[in-house]
């Protein structure tokens, strides 16, 4: 330290930005106590900004939609199979995470799950459907009541009035089906969110990017508003997964999503998924316990990019690399050693966790569950159900220091961490 004695040293301001560390040091005897920038003495070190324990975050998150094939062997969907797919289903999972302390964080399809059944209630005028309807918003508020998350999933393909919708209503079953030949409709090619909605716009126009992310807050929080006043839709999971294949693709999603108040987007950079695109390009994209910084911004993209300054990515954990699953990505029906591993490369020898906030990203299809014995057999503690309990039970006991998050509350640590 240069040979001075404390009683030298008058004040000490100490800036840290990024890695640096800037210490300036005033010394009165040199300098005098007035304040000139030319005189002061800066030392300068590299400094690991969190040297302290860090954090680790369990976000547990699905895709809360109905499945796009063919559904249970059967070409339509009546009110039964909707009511199992999007309310017991969800109701269920909801009761088993929620047992272990999980939260999750359901991003919901606004096509599929809320405006299609009201767009059959209306063209059937039946009223089971009608029925549906209210049910599928009273189960997703209760939902949030228990401390799960809701927030925005879009598929164009399911939403009445786009060009890509669909859907028809047969009324001789009273169920509903998806047109065929949905390769191609009008011209357009079928695709996940960032292919379908290629303009921009603006957020008054519901087909454009921007616009379509608008429309979907609305949605949401015209259900939710009512209830709790200060529910908001700050995060986002493009259908598809797809924010875009290129930079500009890119740039054009990021600056939507933060003209529209979205400050977490969980995507995927390229798209919706094959597997060897998932390898080949996904793979390189972001790691599973990177530090908050790391993930923060898409590696395609400048960080300090006006288009990506407000939004932060919180992408679902790519678990590939590491064990390569079937699902390609880590399910809460899986073996819960998959994110017991992760959960352990983030700690030190000593068991304490590595500087920094690391986030594991579950990611799931409530829909995909299936019963015991029949697909609609749903028993706690057994099939599918039993599989989920064991996930959550395992990953309480053998990952000791995780935090369950739900998206919404990363969204509040983010803003912390700007301010
Ligand atoms: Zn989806």
């Not at 039993?386 to 395992?394: S, T």
Request: hydrophobic share 35%.
């Amino acid at each position: 330290m240069i040979g001075l004695s404390k009683k030298k040293i008058k004040w000490l301001l100490i800036l840290v930005k990024d890695n640096i560390k800037i210490i300036w040091i005033f010394l009165s005897d040199i300098f005098g106590w007035r304040f000139n920038p030319e005189k002061i003495l800066p030392i300068v070190y590299l400094h690991k900004k969190d040297d302290k324990e860090g954090r680790i975050f369990f976000l547990l998150t699905e895709d809360n939609e109905i499945p796009k094939g063919v559904i249970y062997g059967g070409s339509v969907l009546t009110p039964y199979e909707m009511e199992i797919t999007l309310i017991r289903k969800l109701e269920l999972s909801d009761k088993i995470a929620n047992k272990y302390g999980v939260k999750w964080t359901h991003f919901v399809d606004i096509g599929s799950s809320l405006l299609l059944l009201k767009w059959v209630a209306g063209v059937s005028n039946n009223k089971e459907w009608i029925k549906l309807y209210e049910m599928r918003k009273q189960t997703l508020i209760d939902s949030y009541k228990g401390g799960n998350d809701i927030q925005l999933h879009i598929h164009s393909y399911n939403i009445p009035g786009s060009p890509d919708f669909r859907w028809e209503y047969d009324s001789v079953k009273n169920a509903v089906y998806r047109q065929k030949n949905d390769k191609k409709k009008k011209g357009r090619t079928f695709g996940g969110w960032a292919r379908q909605y290629k303009e921009k716009g603006n957020g008054q126009e519901p087909f454009t990017r921007h616009g379509s992310l608008e429309y979907g807050k609305k949605t949401l929080e015209e259900i939710f508003c009512p209830y709790f006043s200060d529910y908001k839709v700050t995060c986002f999971r493009a259908g598809g997964w797809d924010i875009g294949d290129s930079e500009a693709e890119l740039k054009k999603s990021f600056l939507s999503l933060s003209e529209a108040g979205i400050m977490i987007d969980s995507s995927i950079t390229k798209g919706s998924i094959s597997k060897a695109r998932w390898l080949t390009d996904y793979g390189m994209t972001f790691e599973v316990g990177a530090r908050v910084d790391r993930n923060a911004y898409q590696v395609m993209i400048q960080r300090d990019s006006k288009e990506t300054r407000d939004v932060f990515e919180l992408l679902p954990t790519q678990p590939i690399a590491l064990l390569g699953t079937s699902s390609g990505y880590i399910t809460s029906l899986d073996d819960p050693c998959i994110v017991e591993n992760i959960y352990k490369r983030l700690l030190n020898k000593n068991g304490k966790i590595k500087p920094g906030l690391h986030f594991i990203v579950e990611m799931f299809h409530i829909h995909n569950i299936v019963g015991d014995e029949t697909w609609d057999n749903l028993v706690e503690g057994r099939g599918d159900m039993g599989r989920m309990e064991d996930h959550f039970r395992y990953l309480t006991e053998h990952c000791p220091k995780i935090e369950c998050l739900t998206m919404t509350d990363a969204a509040r640590l983010v803003m912390n961490l700007k301010d």
